[in-house]
């Protein structure tokens, strides 16, 4: 029988967060635990790092250049198959629970079942970031609301899913939590009781003058990781409990992550580590056993819908642009290897836009057009100027010491950027301003270049 796949994921988590990341403020037992018993994707990439794009890369294994979704709130309806479909259409039964955000009709409206790509059990809403008072369509078109905070609601709502299961086909199951994205002082109460603000030690590369601030925002998104992570563990228990542990692919991963005043900014779409790199578990012990494996291939979120087919023996589509990494991990294609992944942002908006609005702080600000690599040592990054950063990342993981301007790294420099222009040709990206694409897509913009949104 094909595996079942029960893929989890948070929302703005980065990978620095997580206690097996070597993080010993953040209480993650369950997810160290996890880890212990799964392959460690050492080097996953959020390369489009902002929601929708996530979302829809996720979805159809496509760049965010082929499948439109650039920015948030857009509405994803691109040519070829979608993850679900692909599933459904291979005997499995399909499942989601949580936030979707791929719809473009409207934060808290009804997404009818042609508009949901193949996934029949449907507990969903498009978004919101209200977690004590969080509404979902279930099959109609009547609004309901979670009890209590949402994540918990909906883990428990996947746990009955599973208790009752009684198909003879295998399951596809995505649950997909709002936290640990902000508002970040939301969390149960015993769960920000853990932090104290004033104990949480910061990153080398936060300003000093943004400590408290940092400080107050990282105690409550710590609330938030420690929730999940306690959430997380009771789905697991009720895959054990149902006897199907042993053939189901378990993945818990994040859309992106949250630079949290590192480098003087918030949020995400930025190229630097915070923004672009995120957990990814996956426990599958019929392939790898109860044991600790690692691939530490640099592996893009483009790439996981084709690794997944790969692993459950599914044809992948001709239009996925993804590469499909079970041969490596099933031990198959030894030589595998990855030389680069694409960083990319094709229009900056909302909480980076290029101009500062009167309601958004200067960490919000600054935003630009960019395209760039993240190989295993190095992160280069160019905007439409030119070359913009280059960091060294073994000598530097705080990414303090931008060396785009030191003559001892011209050569390495030149190298990087042959390499990313190759791909970019690749890729038929001919990394244009981004209001080319957003004419190209005809989609509607405010002043900051952000899609408005409403209910």
Request: contains cysteine; negative net charge; proline residues 6%.
């Amino acid at each position: 029988m094909k595996p079942n796949v029960v893929f989890v994921f948070g929302d703005q988590h980065r990978l620095f967060d997580v206690g097996y990341a070597e993080n010993t403020q953040v209480k993650t037992p369950f997810l160290d635990s996890m880890r212990n018993e799964s392959c460690e994707f050492t080097y996953a990439i959020s390369g489009c790092p902002v929601c929708c794009p996530y979302r829809a890369t996720l979805m159809t294994g496509q760049y965010p250049l082929t499948h439109g979704i650039f920015m948030n709130d857009a509405y994803l309806n691109c040519s070829g198959k979608y993850l679900g479909e692909v599933f459904k259409d291979n005997g499995y039964e399909t499942a989601y629970i949580g936030k979707w955000h791929i719809d473009g009709h409207g934060r808290e409206s009804y997404i009818p079942p042609e508009r949901r790509r193949g996934f029949d059990f449907w507990r969903v809403l498009e978004c919101t970031h209200d977690y004590n008072h969080s509404p979902y369509f279930g099959d109609d078109d009547v609004k309901h609301f979670w009890d209590g905070y949402d994540a918990f609601a909906q883990t428990d709502c996947a746990i009955d899913y599973i208790k009752n299961y009684t198909s003879d086909k295998p399951m596809f199951m995505i649950l997909s939590y709002g936290p640990p994205h902000n508002p970040y002082q939301t969390a149960p109460e015993e769960f920000r009781n853990m932090y104290n603000p004033k104990d949480i030690i910061l990153r080398e590369n936060v300003n000093p003058e943004d400590t408290e601030k940092a400080q107050k925002d990282i105690a409550g998104y710590y609330a938030h990781i420690s929730a999940l992570d306690f959430a997380m563990s009771k789905l697991h228990q009720a895959i054990i409990e149902k006897g199907i542990e042993n053939n189901t692919i378990f993945i818990y991963t994040s859309d992106h992550g949250d630079m949290l005043y590192s480098q003087g900014q918030q949020r995400k779409q930025r190229p630097w580590e915070e923004s672009i790199r995120v957990p990814f578990l996956m426990k599958y012990p019929a392939l790898f056993g109860k044991k600790h494996t690692v691939n530490d291939k640099l592996f893009n979120s483009v790439d996981i819908m084709p690794t997944l087919l790969g692993l459950c023996g599914i044809d992948i589509p001709d239009t996925v642009e993804g590469t499909d990494f079970s041969p490596y991990l099933k031990g198959e294609a030894t030589d595998f290897d990855v030389d680069a992944v694409i960083l990319e942002c094709i229009q900056p908006f909302g909480e980076f836009a290029k101009i500062k609005t009167g309601t958004y702080p200067k960490q919000f600000s600054g935003g630009r057009e960019y395209r760039g690599i993240r190989t295993k040592q190095y992160t280069y990054v160019a905007d439409l100027n030119g070359a913009w950063l280059l960091y060294d990342n073994e000598t530097d993981p705080y990414q303090k010491a931008n060396l785009i301007e030191n003559p001892n790294y011209r050569d390495v420099a030149e190298k990087l950027d042959l390499l990313l222009r190759k791909k970019l040709n690749e890729r038929g990206d001919e990394f244009l301003p981004g209001n080319e694409y957003i004419k190209k897509w005809n989609y509607t913009v405010d002043a900051t270049g952000t899609i408005p949104y409403g209910k």
